[in-house]
């Protein structure tokens, strides 16, 4: 069960502080902040990075301002077959022709790989592209309807809170007037009281002057 709230503030019904009224309040907070010192933040060990080997080793590659390793291209180009040698069937032709047959079957295999991605596209490429707007567009709308029920309710707890403030405005203005004059009256009366005390203090006096120095 949430607990109420209770706003100490009556926006709707307390007129705006003057700038005057905000410049005293900030100096008596500045002045009251500088009674005590905040306690120090806890301090902690220095974390130490973990990257993993791969990060590490092209940190340290920026670090020193090395190239970049690019891509090796030229397993997409087109091969050239070796010539033959003089021998016939030689162990050295056989290993000439293994380096360009493995990068023609890579070089191969992309382009049907590229080629099937393409008809795929080509088929079902707009209808898929068509449905994942429509579903986009479903959620958008969803998020605006929320967005729209948000601030309905907003506006209605305002307009409710308003309601509420400006049901009770006469009365907390009466409120506010008989506290603003019961502290005027406790006001006069302590200044009457020390009146009192001082008219008691110099009778006093007098008298103590008068019996210490009676008339002929």
Known sequence: ?????????????????????????H????????TFSSPPLPTEPPKEPSF????AAELDR??????SQTLDLSRYEAQEIPPPSSSSKSSSDVDALRAPLSNAFVSSSYLSSRAQNLKLLDAHGRN?????????????RSIERDLADTKRDIE???????????????????LEQNWRAGVGRA?????????LKDQIRQELRNRANAAGNPTQ
């Open 128 to 140: 898929a592209w068509l449905l994942s707007n429509y579903h986009l567009e479903d959620q958008l």
């Open 62 to 67: 920026l670090a020193s301002k090395r190239p």
């Open 27 to 34: 100096a008596l907070i500045s002045a009251e902040q500088q």
């Open 1 to 25: 069960m949430a607990l109420p709230a209770y706003h100490e503030s009556l926006p709707y019904i307390d007129t705006e502080p003057t700038p005057q009224a905000l410049s005293a309040a």
């Open 156 to 174: 209605l707890v305002n307009a409710a809170r308003a309601a509420r403030q400006n049901d009770v405005k006469a009365e907390m203005q009466g």
């Open 187 to 195: 006001l006069e009366t302590e200044i009457a009281v020390q009146e």
């Open 52 to 55: 993993s080997p791969a990060i």
